[in-house]
């Protein structure tokens, strides 16, 4: 292992690794309140939103993220919109893990007992209410586990936007490999950045699903 190119290139690495987390932790949550309201989309009672919920996962949960990235940095200057390669990423990593976290959390709902939206229902509260004050909060003690999982996928599928001059990691360690034309060293340090990012991440799902199921 050559540790002088992460010595000689570190700004490049910290600067890709900033960027990179920043689009991870904005996508994060906003893909994570999207998934929730489509989640609860695809299982109202009235029926053009739960076509529009499951329209919007089956779409974008079996398309490459990849295409969604294109779409959003090469397309939409013809529809007379423009994003950098930071946006376009990111309105990419969200609209497409937020598929994914939106079947997970579906799946929560409707592993709660239907007893539950009765009884708050019959007790005064509208639908809106009865999801946001007792069926979410329990859905989403079910899914931690698999929510956890999309998220780190979230990190790690942040990688591809390299293709779109992102400048997140892996679109600094290009420009360090074609520098010093080094590839294994080079893409063996973005591998431990990545980790510094995904580890602690992994072990806070960990320690939130245990505390939650503590709490029961």
Do not use: C, H
């Amino acid at each position: 292992m050559d540790f002088s190119i992460l010595v000689d290139y570190f700004d490049m690495y910290w600067d890709g690794f900033v960027v990179t987390l920043k689009i991870s932790l904005i996508a994060l949550i906003a893909s994570f309140i999207i998934g929730a309201i489509v989640a609860v989309m695809r299982i109202t009672p009235f029926a053009p939103l739960r076509w529009i919920g499951t329209a919007y996962v089956e779409f974008f949960r079996n398309i490459p993220l990849l295409i969604i990235a294109f779409f959003f940095y090469f397309g939409t200057p013809a529809l007379g919109l423009e994003f950098s390669g930071f946006t376009a990423g990111t309105i990419a990593l969200t609209i497409y893990t937020s598929a994914f976290i939106g079947e997970a959390i579906r799946s929560g709902i409707l592993a709660v007992p239907k007893g539950q939206m009765e009884a708050a229902r019959s007790s005064g509260l509208n639908y809106i209410q009865t999801m946001r004050i007792i069926i979410l909060p329990q859905a989403i003690k079910i899914v931690i586990p698999p929510i956890g999982n999309q998220f780190i996928n979230l990190v790690k599928n942040s990688s591809i936007l390299a293709l779109i001059a992102g400048t997140e990691l892996m679109y600094q360690a290009d420009l360090i490999s074609a520098k010093t034309y080094v590839v294994f060293d080079v893409y063996i340090f973005v591998a431990v950045f990545y980790l510094i990012i995904t580890i602690p991440l992994s072990l806070g799902v960990g320690y939130l699903e245990k505390r939650l199921a503590n709490s029961n």
